[in-house]
């Protein structure tokens, strides 16, 4: 495996959108690399090669490498709100020019512990690995555990959306997985040496 030469995490660096809509309303979108798609407010409807996925409020999913049709669907205050951080390719996972399957399979593990919370028992399974074996490449591949990188990542993005918009701090600590309001306060303290709240106001100085 090759190690990836980042700062634990591929968010701080990308680029970041902010979509919103009154009325439903359809797009297109081609990515070469991956969207992670946070849906804040409403729901969306994401259509490519026949196969339908539907995110809803206070979740996200990850648009990998292709073209996909979005209808955005509001909620009943006639909103739809959601934040996607584009990344390249290489950012998520250390591309080469021909990945193996064992590649393939880290590939949509990765994906998939970002989309949900899922065990790293799960992960290795995906893997068909281990739990020690996935456990030592991941961090040969990231140089930080699972569980570390997951938790940076989930910060990482929460960040992100904190700079863009204010939902309420329920539906952030929802959408990045945490078990309480409070937990992803204390752990977003200690990662950014302030509070969600002061965080936003710090890009957002007039609201």
Known sequence: ????????????????????????????????????????????????????????????HVLRRGSYELKMLVD?????????????????????STLSRADELFEDALLQGVEGRVSNDDLADICCLSISTFKRRFRDR?????????????????????????PPMRDIALLCGFVNVSHFISTFRRRFCTTPTRHHLRYNPKE
């Open 1 to 60: 495996m090759i190690r990836a030469n980042r700062d634990i995490t591929p968010i701080r660096n990308s680029v970041v959108e902010y979509i919103s809509s009154s009325e439903d309303k359809t797009a297109y979108r081609s990515t070469m690399g991956y969207d992670i798609v946070c849906v804040l407010r409403g729901s969306l409807r994401i259509q490519a090669e026949g196969r339908t996925v539907v995110v809803e409020a206070c979740k996200m």
């Open 76 to 96: 009943s205050s006639h909103s739809f709100e959601a934040i996607v951080i584009v990344l390249d390719e290489s950012d998520m996972f250390c591309r080469v």
């Open 142 to 166: 990231y140089s930080a555990s699972p569980h570390r990188w997951f938790l940076h990542l989930k910060l990482d993005i929460a960040e992100q959306i904190l700079r863009q918009a204010r």
